[in-house]
């Protein structure tokens, strides 16, 4: 391999020419987390990469980098089956005890990953178009090398469309719209500068949330339940918000 792009947790993309490359990090740097790899030069590109490298003292050093075949297989698809492009999240403790959430971004349409042995949760999705969390939570084991994980997801559309607007008539700009009950995580996605939005509920009765962009603790609430039965909105989804 004489040309590749190295990525890690956090910090800007390596590159590597002839096989070597090299990189400054910040001096409060303790341990770098190397999860993914782009090769450029050839055509089995099936490798990855999952190497975790403590920073010394001194702050310089010298690491060897071992690409590895994939050993977990995710296949993503969009509701037309096409493979979906953003990225995913996996919590994860391996044998020595180490936890961490990382990111998984697709390789050629493949989710496929290299992991070490230990215990690993499948937790989210995050579909940037409208920057929404679909929630997986799949829990999955890596013993000697094998993974127990076979895994197939096919994302729901968004099926519910609306709007925000505030009581008072003022300017809604952009934001998060979150929908909360009892019994599952919040979900949000992304209010456009014009107010409108989209979002995929399951069937439930909701509690609706506005937070506008970059006002902390400017969080409002709407003054009505937000219910979805048979995956349809049952009242008004231009939502009024009182702050």
Same mark, same amino acid.
């Given at each position: 391999?004489?040309?590749?792009?190295?990525?890690?947790?956090?910090?800007?993309?390596?590159?590597?020419?002839?096989?070597?490359?090299?990189?400054?990090?910040?001096?409060?740097?303790?341990?770098?987390?190397?999860?993914?790899?782009?090769?450029?030069?050839?055509?089995?590109?099936?490798?990855?990469?999952?190497?975790?490298?403590?920073?010394?003292?001194?702050?310089?050093?010298?690491?060897?980098?071992?690409?590895?075949?994939?050993?977990?297989?995710?296949?993503?698809?969009?509701?037309?089956?096409?493979?979906?492009?953003?990225?995913?999240?996996?919590?994860?403790?391996?044998?020595?005890?180490?936890?961490?959430?990382?990111?998984?971004?697709?390789?050629?349409?493949?989710?496929?990953?290299?992991?070490?042995?230990?215990?690993?949760?499948?937790?989210?999705?995050?579909?940037?178009?409208?920057?929404?969390?679909?929630?997986?939570?799949?829990?999955?084991?890596? @013993?000697?090398?094998?993974? =127990?994980?076979? *895994?197939?997801?096919?994302? &729901? +559309?968004? !099926?519910?469309?609306?709007?925000?607007?505030?009581?008072?008539?003022?300017?809604?700009?952009?934001?998060?719209?979150?929908?909360?009950?009892?019994?599952?995580?919040?979900?949000? @996605?992304?209010?456009?500068? =014009?107010?409108? *939005?989209?979002?995929?509920? &399951? +069937?439930? !009765?909701?509690?609706?949330?506005?937070?506008?962009?970059?006002?902390?603790?400017?969080?409002?609430?709407?003054?009505?339940?937000?219910?979805?039965?048979?995956?349809?909105?049952? @009242?008004?989804?231009?939502?009024?918000?009182?702050?």
């Amino acid at each position: 391999m004489k040309k590749a792009t190295i990525f890690d947790e956090g910090h800007d993309p390596i590159q590597i020419l002839n096989g070597a490359g090299g990189a400054t990090v910040h001096s409060d740097i303790k341990q770098i987390l190397f999860t993914n790899v782009t090769i450029q030069d050839q055509k089995d590109t099936d490798w990855d990469l999952f190497d975790l490298y403590q920073v010394p003292e001194n702050g310089t050093g010298e690491i060897t980098l071992t690409l590895k075949r994939p050993n977990v297989i995710i296949d993503l698809k969009d509701s037309k089956g096409r493979p979906l492009t953003s990225s995913l999240e996996v919590l994860g403790k391996d044998a020595s005890g180490w936890e961490q959430s990382y990111r998984i971004d697709p390789i050629n349409g493949k989710y496929n990953c290299y992991l070490p042995d230990g215990s690993y949760q499948l937790y989210a999705y995050y579909h940037y178009p409208i920057r929404q969390y679909y929630y997986l939570n799949k829990r999955f084991t890596v @013993a000697n090398g094998v993974s =127990d994980l076979s *895994f197939s997801w096919q994302m &729901p +559309d968004p !099926n519910i469309s609306g709007t925000v607007a505030f009581n008072d008539g003022a300017n809604v700009g952009s934001g998060y719209i979150s929908f909360s009950n009892s019994s599952s995580t919040d979900l949000s @996605a992304w209010v456009n500068d =014009d107010g409108t *939005f989209q979002i995929y509920l &399951p +069937d439930g !009765n909701y509690r609706a949330a506005y937070q506008p962009t970059g006002e902390i603790g400017g969080q409002c609430w709407a003054d009505e339940a937000f219910v979805v039965r048979n995956g349809k909105a049952e @009242a008004d989804t231009d939502l009024i918000f009182f702050h």
